[in-house]
């Protein structure tokens, strides 16, 4: 739990929770890639939040709620990184790592993206991402050489897409950007 909501429920269906929770992920991640380049420069603990709305859209709720959430995970990410920390990206983001559960439960979940409207930019980044996360992880785990490029859902892309968000072409290289730095986080964050 954060700031008085679940980390991991990344299931979003309006309202300021939902804004908070988006916007903490979204914080999150940026703020831990800025601490691990603060650390690797070495620079001085500098966890400046430049940008608090970045990342979000109408559909993703009150504006205000996004920002604050985007703060607190920001410098929750930021401290994980600079610190070297081993990243809770699982804990934040909540990736579909049960291997007993059918990725068909997880499309019925990724419906509420459809149902809210949101873009299908985010939507393809953000699913991508959580792909990315659980390969990245399993291959860790496994102890496989890092190379997300041989992965089926890599490959395919189109993972979540419904025709309503656009171009699909344009959904599976925004799919594969996602996939590329979750699977890089799943991977490295866990050193």
């Known amino acids: 739990m954060c700031a008085g909501y679940a980390v991991a429920d990344h299931k979003y269906h309006g309202g300021?929770?939902?804004?908070?929770?988006?916007?903490?992920?979204h914080g999150y991640r940026d703020g831990y890639h800025q601490g691990v380049k603060n650390r690797q420069d070495r620079d001085k603990y500098k966890p400046n939040v430049k940008d608090s709305d970045a990342g979000y859209e109408k559909y993703m709720g009150d504006k205000g709620q996004y920002k604050q959430g985007y703060e607190i995970g920001f410098h929750a990410g930021y401290d994980d990184g600079f610190y070297a920390r081993a990243a809770r990206f699982r804990e934040v983001f909540g990736p579909y790592d049960d291997p007993n559960?059918?990725?068909?439960?997880?499309?019925?979940?990724?419906?509420?993206?459809?149902?809210?409207g949101f873009a299908g930019s985010d939507v393809a980044f953000d699913i991508g991402y959580r792909d990315g996360l659980t390969a990245g992880d399993a291959d860790y785990v496994g102890h496989h050489d890092p190379r997300p490029e041989n992965q089926h859902d890599f490959r395919d892309a189109e993972h979540g897409y419904r025709s309503n968000y656009g171009d699909k072409?344009?959904?599976r290289q925004r799919y594969r950007d996602g996939f590329l730095q979750g699977y890089r986080d799943?991977?490295?964050?866990?050193r």
Do not use: K, L, W
């Open 101 to 116: 559960r059918a990725r068909g439960e997880a499309d019925r979940s990724d419906d509420i993206y459809s149902q809210r």
């Open 186 to 190: 799943g991977y490295g964050g866990r």
């Open 169 to 171: 072409e344009a959904y």
């Open 16 to 25: 300021a929770v939902e804004a908070q929770q988006h916007g903490y992920e």
